[in-house]
């Protein structure tokens, strides 16, 4: 049972479409968070949820939306997808927001903007 | 806004032998946590160890261990009986309590046969 999942693994699109990216975890956390990792590997937060309230919203163009339907799901929608968007995108999830938990990673979303 | 640091962008090491990898952190925090992170070519990211600013017994789960000199803010790991499977990025991250994960830059570790 994977503990956080994110579909789909691989995405290849063109520019100017929009696409989802989908994450849940079954651990029971509280908070969910999106990173974007790029070409040479450096992480950054974009955005964070903790009990489906947005607490988090990094420097991010407003053409990401992330959603949280509930506490176990936090969706990143992106909107004109242009080539500088290629990375990869990773969903993670901790205990509670506060108090230096550990977080754990979904295995990523390899996005390709053509 | 905290910072962290790693000096080293590749690291090579022989099979059996140990290695250490460097980081440092700026911040004015007196109560944090510091993180190793491993990601293999699968690019799973993978928590290594977890080490708690206001312990100062530094933090061991097997092979791993870490170095943690909360005056020079600097956080070390120590990898022994290195193996091939050890080959990965590893990343060292910085948590504010009450605040989101940083992390560094990232070290690229080779074992070697």
């Known amino acids: 049972d994977t503990a956080v999942s994110q579909t789909p693994k691989y995405l290849v699109t063109q520019m100017g479409n929009d696409k989802s990216i989908k994450c849940e975890q079954n651990l029971g956390h509280d908070t969910m968070y999106w990173y974007k990792q790029d070409s040479k590997k450096f992480l950054k937060i974009m955005f964070s949820?903790?009990?489906?309230?947005?607490?988090i919203n990094e420097t991010v163009p407003n053409r990401f939306s992330p959603k949280s339907p509930d506490k176990a799901h936090l969706n990143l929608h992106i909107n004109s997808l242009e080539l500088g968007d290629s990375a990869v995108y990773f969903c993670a999830s901790s205990q509670r927001f506060a108090g230096g938990y550990g977080y754990t990673f979904g295995s990523g979303t390899r996005l390709t903007v053509v | 806004a905290q910072t962290v640091t790693q000096s080293q962008p590749e690291m090579s090491v022989q099979e059996a032998e140990t290695v250490t990898l460097s980081c440092t952190y700026d911040t004015s925090e007196s109560n944090y946590y510091l993180f190793w992170y491993k990601q293999p070519p699968s690019r799973q990211m993978i928590l290594v160890i977890r080490q708690e600013a206001y312990k100062q017994q530094n933090a061991t789960e097997n092979r791993f261990s870490v170095n943690f000199q909360k005056a020079a803010k600097s956080f070390s790991l120590k990898i022994s009986d290195s193996q091939l499977g050890d080959t990965a990025m590893y990343f060292c991250?910085?948590?504010?309590?009450?605040?989101?994960?940083?992390f560094g830059g990232g070290t690229r570790l080779m074992v070697k046969p």
């Open positions: 949820y903790n009990n489906k309230e947005l607490i």
């Open positions: 991250a910085f948590n504010n309590a009450g605040n989101m994960l940083t």
